[in-house]
């Protein structure tokens, strides 16, 4: 049993700059540690089974002295009551299990579903918070031993700064334990579950969470912008007038290729596999799309239209930067708000067609069902509207 080493102060811990670890005492095992680039955290040395691991409680000074003490406690009382209702099962599971560790069962979780995703930057969001959020708390602690105030390590210090996030952390750990479940790997209530769980410890997240919109055009400076944006030269100026043009997302346009474009049917078809909802959505162009294609030069052998460096799709800061160079305090993204304000306010185009334009999904699954068409020809009416009203012409 690791010894309670002398307790030290609030003054003391923040005073600690050396790398390494360092016991702080009032817990058997809690040591601060601090890397060789001067980050620190909590880390708790326990037992589980016949094996010694290290459990993260958070980062300091995020998760004060006070408050790591608070959840080493409660960390090996859950590893104390867990041991002591079922020694069998427990002894049992240890020996099968002993190194299924949350890391290992979160990379195995990623594999089973990596096909399930659209790209590989939806992966690479699951990793990264994974990675800066659960892994140093959780990663090396065996699946079958977390419990609630392991999931709250990860969550308390963000859960009111970075709710998005942390909402987001939450379901992906949710996700990981119930996959380890499903493989045997532990036993029990899924501790990240909300409903019923959760709630009751952490604030309703629409609660501590300020919604913020992308930042947008106003209506009536579109016009303006685009006569601005113009006379800007490049793929990426470009890239982002057609992206005005279409009311698409950002990495829609940027991964369009030629191959994707019937000039002489006037339509873009983006892929599924390219698409949020992941179905094809055709896209109606109008005479001022046509004519930014046609003056587009085509470059070495990439299929691409907007191609960046070496024949590679432009950065998903390339067409922000475009904006920033002109002054303009919003974002590329922010024109599909622009773009829907105005067809809601300006024109008398049905909402279901504003809608089906903006590529967004059906919430009715019975509507979703039996709708078959995707009103292209009255679509490129609102379209060419919105392209006439992007060069000064009245709605």
Not at 223 to 252: C, D, K, W, Y
Request: with cysteine; proline share 5%.
């Amino acid at each position: 049993m690791p010894k309670i080493a002398r307790q030290l102060s609030d003054r003391a811990v923040a005073a600690i700059k050396t790398s390494g670890r360092h016991p702080v005492g009032g817990v058997a095992g809690l040591h601060l540690r601090v890397s060789n680039t001067g980050h620190r955290g909590w880390i708790l040395r326990i037992t589980v089974g016949d094996k010694r691991r290290d459990l993260g409680l958070g980062p300091y000074p995020e998760v004060t002295l006070a408050e790591a003490r608070e959840k080493a406690r409660q960390a090996k009382t859950s590893l104390r009551v867990g041991e002591t209702l079922t020694p069998a099962r427990a002894t049992r599971q240890a020996a099968t299990v002993a190194n299924k560790t949350f890391k290992e069962c979160a990379e195995a979780f990623l594999k089973s579903k990596s096909h399930e995703w659209k790209n590989v930057k939806h992966r690479q969001q699951w990793e990264n918070t994974l990675s800066q959020y659960v892994f140093p708390t959780l990663g090396i602690l065996p699946v079958a031993a977390i419990d609630t105030p392991h999931v709250m390590a990860c969550l308390e210090h963000i859960w009111t700064t970075k709710t998005e996030t942390a909402t987001r952390v939450r379901q992906r750990i949710e996700a990981v334990l119930a996959y380890a479940t499903a493989c045997k790997y532990r036993t029990g209530d899924n501790p990240a579950r909300w409903r019923g769980h959760l709630e009751a410890l952490l604030a309703k997240p629409s609660k501590v969470a300020k919604v913020e919109h992308f930042r947008a055009v106003p209506i009536d400076d579109v016009p303006a912008f685009m006569i601005n944006l113009r006379q800007r030269e490049g793929f990426s100026a470009r890239a982002l007038e057609f992206l005005v043009l279409t009311a698409v997302r950002s990495g829609e346009v940027r991964g369009a290729a030629w191959d994707e474009i019937d000039m002489r049917a006037r339509v873009w078809t983006v892929p599924a596999s390219r698409m949020k909802a992941g179905r094809e959505h055709r896209v109606p162009l109008s005479d001022a799309a046509i004519a930014l294609l046609k003056a587009v030069p085509r470059v070495g052998d990439t299929n691409l239209v907007f191609p960046g460096v070496k024949g590679q799709p432009l950065s998903d800061m390339s067409l922000t930067a475009v904006m920033r160079r002109m002054g303009v305090d919003a974002v590329p993204h922010g024109f599909r708000s622009t773009f829907r304000d105005w067809a809601g306010d300006r024109t008398h185009f049905p909402r279901d067609l504003i809608e089906q334009a903006l590529a967004h999904a059906i919430p009715n699954q019975v509507e979703a069902a039996y709708r078959r068409s995707d009103a292209l020809e009255k679509r490129r009416e609102l379209m060419q509207t919105w392209a006439n009203f992007l060069a000064g012409n009245a709605a």
